[in-house]
């Protein structure tokens, strides 16, 4: 029997986030999520997907990737990312990633740090959640996977309180993060009511949203080491929009 996962959706559109934020990109978005981080926007990957044959993913990422000639430096185009739900709850991902690798993809993975990196071919690149106190998950990071990072790596912190703001501070001085790979700072987008789904957790009591502003704002003055993003897709496209 062929190899199968669970897909929600594989789509070509502009990587928005990162910093390979605006190149062409072709999204495999994966089923299944075991977080449930307060802010979460693709609550609908939790469950929604169907069975794809590793073989019908690659002929679609094929497809997708065909107009495609150039390269921006080292890198083909387009670039490949696995994101979700969870990737890394599909062992069936890690061969798939390591056939696009093999074909001269640049492959890029979107990981919540609650589970094992090191398996990953290390041609991939991780871009790992450290998940901040507004997630409701902060407990879920695997600080083992902090050795298995790599300079190609990046880890993006999810900021939506002063408290998220003071603690991401706090790690990136007692772990040297800078010193490990990019850091990226993403500030939390309100969700719309219908992306406000009843399973995520709550943001815990007692904590003071930040704004964009003041954010940026804090990033500047205590000249922190870190990329502030915006969701690019977000800003060309409507912020519900699925497939782009």
């Not at 996962?5 to 978005?29: D, H």
């Amino acid at each position: 029997m062929s190899e199968t996962l669970v897909v929600n959706e594989i789509y070509l559109s502009l990587q928005g986030e990162s910093t390979f934020a605006g190149l062409p990109c072709i999204f495999v978005r994966l089923t299944a999520c075991n977080l449930r981080c307060s802010y979460c926007d693709t609550a609908y990957a939790f469950t929604e997907g169907s069975k794809q044959t590793v073989q019908d993913m690659l002929a679609e990422i094929h497809r997708l990737a065909a107009p495609f000639a150039a390269r921006i430096g080292e890198h083909k185009l387009p670039l490949v990312e696995f994101t979700g739900g969870e990737p890394l709850l599909q062992p069936n991902a890690l061969p798939l990633m390591e056939d696009l690798c093999d074909e001269g993809f640049t492959v890029l993975i979107e990981t919540s740090g609650a589970h094992d990196i090191s398996k990953l071919d290390p041609r991939v690149r991780r871009i790992m959640d450290l998940k901040c106190p507004s997630s409701g998950e902060v407990q879920r990071n695997r600080w083992e996977n902090l050795r298995h990072l790599k300079p190609t790596d990046e880890i993006k912190f999810v900021m939506g309180t002063r408290e998220d703001y003071e603690w991401a501070k706090q790690i990136i001085a007692e772990h040297k993060l800078d010193t490990v790979c990019p850091l990226l700072v993403s500030w939390v987008q309100p969700l719309l009511p219908e992306q406000q789904d009843k399973s995520l957790k709550k943001v815990p009591a007692g904590q003071t949203p930040i704004s964009r502003l003041e954010l940026a704002e804090r990033i500047i003055a205590d000249a922190l080491p870190v990329r502030f993003q915006v969701q690019m897709h977000k800003v060309i496209w409507a912020p519900d929009q699925r497939g782009v």
